[in-house]
């Protein structure tokens, strides 16, 4: 077997290399780093990556890259694991798991410093003047759960500054969601009452927190306080249907389940997030990870990514217990790790009885159910490009789709699009919007042109720095008719000739080019679509049930939401700009004087030229200038 690169020699660093934990960094012949990996044996590890065989094809594909390792010594496994995330963390390499979700995650804060409290929605670091509750799963199950506390508890959830400010009730009190205390319908012992028993059923003491209220509302009852003990029955009511709709739920623990499976390339990760023994919601992870082999591979290393990011995101997202499926030969090793990271101690375990194991299984069916629809969702868009390959009676398999679009209104912030397609979907990071500058409003053809020239010029100047040939697309749409799509002809065959006439090559193949017009109904399937040939437009007819015809009406759909996205934008941030702004030497405290004197700006257009020079600071010569400016003279 060919064990890499050929002027590489494993032998003379495995035979130096420390047979204790630490963590490996391999190289390729630029000193980039390709793959970093941890061992509890360093120089037992990495000789099973230049062993003469049993290696599968991923890992060959690494080792044919690498040119030289680096090796790190750490006093424990635990250390080594610790050490492996930060490096992962700051290079990034290409054969380790990579997890696309940065994002943190929501909370439920509380503030206790305020005489009434408040819940509202969170996300960031750890606060010194609030309590968190959490993490959620997602914005929305926080959301939820704020409108529950709403209607059960009446907690307000209002900002400071409008709390402050009331002098009457808002609506949340008149539909029975706030005790009103911004006017004093409620007495802060009352409030606090409410607030605790909140806390309360966040924290999972729900059986115990219903047997309180129960006492409370006899007593309130042999009081002869019969409204109070009302809202505590309606309150005890609302709980025991919360309860009831729990799927789910234990004695109050907190843990996460995470189930992880494995289909050939394709990997799904599914976290299940249990807060007070109540499942409160779950999220799907679909890592890419070039040489996970199983589903424990991947486990593994998507635990120590996912919880081991930075100091603050891990003491907040780490639980007591992590409940895994399946089981991992190095668990121990994981939850030393999770607990140095948090402070405490933490369980990580696959044989578990009872609820948590019904938790385990459910997050194991969710799991393989979400990897299913996840791979046929790839399989569909894969036999689209194939479908749209017969019905082009094109010799090759597109790869790679590119689809333009114009968005205005009545010619005002023209914006360009470009989106991109590939077998696996949408590829947004090579999306690219453009501001059209310099062309009379309203017309498509130009700034059509415009936008194509700075698309392919951008990636012909960035081929020709890097020597590497241009990415461009297999297809080229245009939303648009013969019109829009003569544009791309002109440009792409202007392109090709500087690129032939500064290269030896000669004549280089343009993409294929298709204009899709929407019809007069401009409903879908009813489009014209044409295709650029040597002897001009061709309509193609595609019938209307076909995979490929939907494939590019994805496409374009997707360039018009886009294009139109962005328009809209950058309508609003004009609008929101007034004409003084754009006026050089009339600065803020000028244009506020201005706009003291005149009384408005439309009072400073009608202005003349001797009204702006009696303004206070407004010289002659800047009267002038702010007059030509507002009047395009």
């Known amino acids: 077997m060919d064990a890499g690169n050929a002027d590489f020699d494993p032998k003379a660093i495995l035979a130096v290399m420390s047979q204790g934990p630490g963590v490996y960094r391999m190289l390729d012949k630029d000193g980039e780093v390709l793959y970093v990996g941890k061992a509890r044996n360093l120089r037992k590890r990495v000789s099973n990556y230049f062993r003469a065989s049993g290696l599968d094809t991923k890992t060959m594909a690494l080792v044919s890259h690498i040119t030289n390792i680096d090796v790190t010594i750490t006093n424990s496994e635990t250390e080594a694991l610790l050490l492996e995330q930060n490096l992962i963390k700051k290079f990034r390499p290409p054969y380790n798991i990579q997890l696309r979700d940065d994002k ?15 819940m509202a929605f969170y996300r960031g670091g750890r606060r010194r003047d609030a309590k968190l509750f959490g993490p959620y799963p997602s914005a929305s199950a926080v959301r939820e759960s704020l409108a529950l506390l709403q209607k059960v508890f009446r907690v307000r959830q209002c900002e400071d500054s409008y709390f402050r400010n009331r002098t009457r009730p808002c609506l949340q009190h008149q539909i029975g969601r706030c005790t009103a205390p911004c006017v004093g319908y409620i007495s802060p012992s009352d409030y606090a009452d409410d607030v605790r028993d909140a806390s309360r059923f966040l924290q999972g003491q729900s059986n115990d927190l219903i047997r309180d209220m129960g006492e409370r509302m006899e007593r309130k009852s042999q009081a002869l306080e019969f409204e109070q003990a009302a809202r505590l029955r309606d309150r005890i009511s609302d709980l025991r249907k919360i309860q009831s709709q729990q799927v789910v739920s234990g004695d109050g623990e907190d843990a996460d389940v995470l189930a992880a499976v494995a289909e050939g390339s394709y990997h799904c990760v599914h976290v299940m997030i249990v807060r007070g023994g109540r499942v409160i919601g779950s999220r799907n992870h679909f890592p890419k990870d ?35 499926s399946p089981s991992l030969p190095a668990k121990k090793t994981l939850a030393e790790a999770l607990g140095a990271a948090c402070g405490r101690k933490v369980r990580l375990t696959g044989n578990v009885r009872g609820h948590r194991a019904k938790w385990r299984d459910l997050a194991a069916a969710n799991a393989v159910q979400a990897l299913s629809s996840h791979i046929n969702n790839r399989q569909t868009l894969y036999q689209r490009f194939e479908r749209l390959q017969s019905d082009l009676d094109l010799e090759a398999l597109p790869k790679r789709i590119e689809c333009f679009d114009i968005s205005h209104t009545m010619g005002e912030s023209t914006v360009g699009a470009c989106v991109v397609f590939g077998h696996e979907g949408a590829m947004k990071t090579d999306y690219r919007r453009y501001n059209i500058k310099d062309i009379q409003g309203g017309d498509d053809y130009a700034a059509m042109e415009q936008s194509l020239k700075r698309r392919y010029r951008f990636l012909a100047d960035k081929a020709a720095d890097s020597g590497s040939p241009a990415v461009m697309p297999d297809i080229l749409l245009i939303d648009g008719g013969k019109g829009q799509l003569s544009q791309a002809v002109d440009v792409l065959t202007a392109l090709r000739a500087e690129a032939d006439a500064e290269s030896e090559r000669q004549n280089t193949e343009l993409p294929i080019l298709i204009g899709i017009a929407k019809g007069i109904s401009r409903r879908a399937g009813q489009e014209t679509l044409f295709l650029a040939t040597e002897q001009g437009f061709e309509e193609i007819v595609i019938p209307v049930h076909s995979p490929g015809l939907h494939l590019l009406q994805q496409v ?22 007034s004409a003084l702004e754009e006026i050089p030497g009339l600065g803020p405290v000028r ?31 800047l009267a002038a200038v702010i007059y030509d400016a507002l009047h395009n003279e």
């Open 290 to 324: 070039k040489l996970a082999e199983n589903a424990e591979a991947l486990l593994a290393a998507f635990i120590a990514q996912y919880y081991l990011r930075d100091e603050t995101t891990s003491s907040q997202l780490i639980p007591k217990e992590v409940i895994i």
């Open 591 to 621: 244009r506020r004087e201005l706009l003291r004197y005149f009384g408005g700006q439309q009072e400073i257009q009608r202005a003349s030229e001797s009204d702006l020079s009696r303004a206070p600071g407004i010289s002659k010569k």
């Open 104 to 118: 943190t995650y929501p909370y439920i804060m509380l503030t206790h410093k305020d005489v009434f409290p408040r």
């Open 556 to 577: 374009r759909d997707e360039a018009h939401r886009f294009a139109i996205t962005g328009h809209r934008q950058q309508r609003a941030k004009t609008r929101k700009k």
